[in-house]
């Protein structure tokens, strides 16, 4: 029987879009090995990725990761999720920040956030900021409001009230 070859396939745009980048400024140096694509946060598809860029040149690795995007780009995004709980001990995780201001700093038209608790949310948050106003990205937020579990008014959450203050 035959195992699959791992491929580029399961592997998201946007982080391809990412190791481009990296690739041609120069902040990921080819060869791709898995020591140094772990050093630039992947850790979602390695081997694939691996397998794909290990042992080329930046042109090479480029030309790859241009023909993968090039694929793609009639294809409707697929949203993407970002784990932030706890990570298992062969986790697979990568850094929350960076993901969510890859993922905001890529969108042109809408954003779904869920999340029960956001540690410096100024700081994770500007980046969509900057997206929606410099963009016109939507975005929709679920998340816990503990004040009103506290018994604080529903109402001074809410949209329309925020809006007339």
Known sequence: MMTARPNLKSVS???????????ASGLLRPPAD???????????????????????????????LDVALAEREDRRPTPELVWTGPEAPAGTARDTAIVLRALFEGARESVLLAG?????????LAPLHRAM????????????????????IAETHSPSSSAAS
């Open 13 to 23: 745009a946007t982080v391809l879009e990412q190791l481009r980048e990296a690739i």
């Open 34 to 64: 898995r020591a140094a694509l772990v050093g630039f946060g992947v850790r979602h598809q390695l081997e694939a990725i691996e397998h794909a860029l290990a042992g080329h040149k930046s042109a090479a690795c480029l030309a790859i």
């Open 116 to 124: 029960y608790s956001f540690d410096h949310a100024q700081a994770v």
């Open 133 to 152: 106003t410099d963009h016109g990205v939507q975005a929709r937020f679920f998340v816990d409001v503990k004040q009103i579990e506290d018994g604080q």
